[in-house]
């Protein structure tokens, strides 16, 4: 890549920026462009000076003076833009892959519609525990590039990598890629279930032998995938004990069974995050992490310390004995239905956001008796309204505003109830992303709390 010196960065989100630092860095001519103006775009503004500004437009007429093309997870390959880069013969780089071909560290890589970033941190707590050089790094927010050239050999760099991120993968590879389950999610950007199947399933594509492929046998569309890898796939069941790989034994035990070694980790109900999803995040990154050298020992002790992460099913407050929850990374009716099983209390839920094309039917199906009430807001609230109507709850309101969802959501709370924000949506077109919208109900409930 050294000798083509123009660099045309397209998305400036994170993701972009962190590229654009280490372009720049390297000596790279570089070109920033976003559909944004500058006054609209966090952080950008300390580039000023260091590289040629192209924003507020489209890409364009930058094209042509490009070397090869840097976007954003956000960016779809299927731009105009693109596809003449394509058609000229001009490289097009996710910023993951460009990041990935600067590092000398080795990666492991997990993907799958839910759980990606609890178990990603897990796996990176596991390292950390077990005095490990690592990064913790991609979607989950530190872009993979801000830390390519800082890793050394020792370094694992523990990835959680997103379908976006998946989709325009060129060398990219992982030492040990998870794959934790899938359901539907992105059909908007990925045109099908099919096709979201296909991209996840590129995390394997450039394995060899020497590799390991880590999937959840309870999950059958995420099993059968298992059958054409090249890599060596180790299964992680929480219902089945299999004859090899992760597993419950008669005493409720994970056990990892691979090869010559065999080992119980410690029991299931001493992993500290609970929850049926948390304990298959749990096994995942068991197998994981022992795969890597970590001990079972050391694996035990991250899997009765580690706390969970931010934005999921986090509790944040409690307001005249009404406790407020913060599931804001709960982005699809699947991830909000696997909080809506954490709930031990009534609860008023409060959904909506921008549309990825879903159903919300099967999510007001799976309602426990908890959910007591629902508030509605967001592109698709008329949807969530519809599938309300269509499945007989009537104890629901609609609101234009997030603030005003939460103050409903609470003013229709009683004393020992919860109030879950699980949105079963993208937050993009009211926030920034999914952390945006957790900080902004934090400061909403501090409000809250202090007008009582």
């Known amino acids: 890549m050294q000798e083509n010196k123009n660099a045309l960065i397209i998305g400036m989100a994170r993701s972009g920026i962190a590229a654009a630092d280490v372009l720049i860095e390297l000596g790279y001519n570089v070109t920033i462009n976003d559909s944004k103006p500058l006054e609209k775009l966090e952080g950008v503004e300390r580039l000023e000076g260091k590289c040629r500004f192209a924003l507020g437009c489209k890409p364009d007429n930058l094209i042509e003076d490009a070397d090869f093309i840097v976007i954003s997870p956000s960016v779809p390959p299927t731009i105009p833009s693109l596809i003449k880069a394509k058609e000229l013969g001009i490289p097009v780089y996710t910023e993951i892959e460009l990041g990935y071909r600067l590092c000398k560290g080795q990666t492991v890589a997990i993907t799958g519609t839910n759980g990606k970033t609890t178990t990603t941190s897990l796996v990176g707590q596991m390292f950390s525990d077990a005095k490990r050089e690592n990064f913790v790094v991609g979607n989950i927010g530190l872009p993979y590039i801000a830390r390519s050239l800082k890793a050394t050999k020792e370094h694992v760099m523990v990835t959680e990598i997103s379908s976006y991120q998946l989709q325009c993968i060129i060398s990219f590879n992982a030492h040990v890629a998870a794959l934790l389950n899938i359901t539907p999610d992105h059909l908007d950007r990925h045109g099908s279930m099919q096709g979201y199947i296909d991209t996840k399933k ?7 032998s020497d590799d390991y492929a880590v999937l959840n046998y309870d999950d059958e569309t995420v099993r059968s995938l298992g059958a054409g890898l090249k890599s060596r796939v180790v299964y992680f069941s929480r219902k089945i004990r299999l004859d090899e790989g992760v597993y419950l034994d008669q005493d409720n035990n994970i056990v990892f069974s691979y090869g010559a070694t065999k080992s119980i980790i410690c029991n299931a109900s001493q992993v500290y995050i609970k929850g049926l999803h948390n304990l298959e995040n749990a096994m995942a990154a068991v197998a994981m992490g022992m795969l890597m050298g970590i001990s079972a020992k050391s694996c035990a002790y991250t899997l009765m310390n580690f706390k969970g992460v ?34 031990t209390a009534p609860t008023v839920l409060i959904l909506g956001g921008y549309d990825k094309g879903g159903s919300f039917d099967e999510l007001i199906k799976f309602y426990t008796d908890n ?82």
Request: charge should be negative.
């Open 202 to 208: 590129r995390i394997f594509e450039n394995q060899s």
């Open 310 to 343: 931010e934005h999921r099913i986090e509790t944040v407050d409690t307001v005249n004995g009404v406790t407020f929850i913060n599931d804001s990374k709960g982005t699809n009716p699947d991830s909000t239905e696997k909080a809506i099983l954490t709930m």
């Open 371 to 452: 959910i007591r009430y629902t508030v509605v807001l967001g592109q698709t609230k008329e949807k969530i309204v519809q599938a309300l109507n269509d499945n007989g709850v009537t104890a629901y309101s609609v609101v234009d505003t997030f603030e005003d969802a939460v103050k409903c959501a609470y003013e229709n709370a009683y004393d020992g109830w919860n109030v879950l924000l699980s949105p079963a949506c993208a937050s993009w077109g009211m926030f920034e992303d999914f952390e945006h919208r957790g900080r902004v109900f934090k400061q909403i409930v501090k409000s809250i709390k202090e007008q009582t």
